[in-house]
């Protein structure tokens, strides 16, 4: 396997099928081939995993700015195929990433996840060492992939610090394993919420309903979230 940069037309239709796939829709993919060949253009960041000829991963990323005219990364979608060995592929991925940005002089990349996905905030929080920001309440409105349907979509806004301590121990294998001291307040989050959304949606949406308003509440009223601890707890101050 090998993680390489995509430019090409050819390469974008090709990612356009895979994020088809990975986000189960047979039409409207989340990004349009169109659209990525004119991000490569302007010098964003799109790359992609290649195993025997054909991608197998995928991210795109586009250039932005803070209001103090601090170059940001913003970091839209990650993809792996499902079916494909993807351990560890999501991470390389984003190790290429912070090393892209670090050569250019970029030093924060951000994107969202929801709150709800435990394998999504372990991996942003512990794995890479992001820190959770801000909770975004339905983000993008209704969503129609077979994976968010029937859901609202709230999303943690992540930024990662990628010269911050945690970033760099983070890139040597390092994850950030946040302490649970007596006075921290804990948030669960369900083990497979894509599951419950398939089978319960009442239930599920009284997941997002109860993250909502400890999670948001909480950063709300100038709280923060710590970490994630390996068996699905955020870790509030």
Known sequence: MSIEELTELHDM????????????????????????RALSHAGNYLAGVR???????GIVAWLGMYPNREPLLH???LGVLPGSDSRGLGFALKQHQ?????????????????????RNASFNLRKLGADAAEYLVDFYGPMQDRINAGDESDRILVRWHLESPKAVAAAAGRPHEVA??????????????????????????????NVRAALGGHLRAGGSIQGFTADGFYVLD
């Open 13 to 36: 239709k090709e990612l356009q099928e895979l994020f088809l796939k990975v986000w189960e829709r047979s039409s409207e993919p989340p990004l349009n081939s169109d659209v990525m």
């Open 51 to 57: 195993s025997g000829g054909g991608l197998i991963a």
């Open 180 to 209: 649970v001291n007596p006075g921290a307040k804990l948030c669960e989050v369900p083990e497979d919420i894509v599951a419950i959304r398939r089978t319960d949606p009442q239930k599920a949406r009284e997941w997002r309903r």
């Open 98 to 118: 912070r090393t892209w940005c670090l050569a250019r002089g970029i030093k924060t990349v951000e994107w969202t996840f929801d709150p709800l996905v435990r």
């Open 75 to 77: 970091s839209h979608i």
